[in-house]
T-cell receptor
């Protein structure tokens, strides 16, 4: 158990719909990352939040958005869903202190949310 | 985005055999990580390699970072069924990218008794 929780575990919805995935980081971790895992693209970085603020963006579509709340949990919102959005969505958290310099602190991954768009 | 290629994609071996999986890139990474992912779970970090030429051992697993820090390998000695899983390598991004991980597509390993 990584200490990162994600809900729901499974989500089945239709094209054109909107869904929200939730992530609670490990206690004390300020940074949250979202990743998408699909069979053809593998595991891809979407977006990162640090202490409530967006810190880095990866291959995130404009139809997707995220936020991190004052209690540090994060939500990933996916809208106008397409069949190709079906994937596993993982959240990871790390301490990610604000001290500059190379810091390869560990990212702990949650169990993921499996999204199926029909 | 720096591309990481892993080979082989799939590997099916019998218990007790040795194996090596590879992770290659045309780009230099400051550090590289190996993860193992089991069905229905998120990836779990196995090791981080930082220095070119570095070798790290984790029980029966040996990880090597290439001298030029563009490639890495994972060698498993005397594989066991418990080693079954998806092995992913990931380059650690720059501070500007929030240290986001850039993953290869993985090597799916099946070890049968």
């Amino acid at each position: 158990d990584s200490g990162v929780t994600q809900t729901p575990k499974h989500l089945i919805t239709a094209t054109g719909q909107r869904v929200t995935l939730r992530c609670s980081p490990r206690s004390g971790d300020l940074s949250v990352y979202w990743y998408q895992q699909s069979l053809d693209q593998g595991l891809q970085f979407l977006i990162q939040y640090y202490n409530g603020e967006e810190r880095a963006k990866g291959n995130i579509l404009e139809r997707f958005s995220a936020q991190q709340f004052p209690d540090l949990h994060s939500e990933l919102n996916l809208s106008s869903l397409e069949l190709g959005d079906s994937a596993l969505y993982f959240c990871a958290s790390s301490v990610a202190t604000s001290v500059p310099g190379w810091d390869t602190d560990t990212q702990y991954f949650g169990p993921g949310t499996r999204l199926t768009v029909l | 985005t720096q591309l990481l290629e892993q080979s082989p994609q799939f590997l099916s071996i019998q218990e007790g055999e040795n194996l090596t999986v590879y992770c290659n890139s045309s780009s230099v990474f400051s550090s590289l990580q190996w993860y193992r992912q089991e069905p229905g779970e998120g990836p779990v970090l196995l090791v981080t390699v930082v220095t070119g030429g570095e070798v790290k051992k984790l029980k029966r697993l040996t990880f090597q970072f290439g001298d030029a820090r563009k490639d890495s390998s994972l060698h498993i000695t005397a594989a066991q069924p418990g080693d079954t899983g998806l092995y992913l390598c990931a380059g650690v991004g720059s501070p500007n990218s929030g240290y986001a991980l850039n993953f290869g597509k993985g090597t799916s390993l099946l070890v049968t008794p």
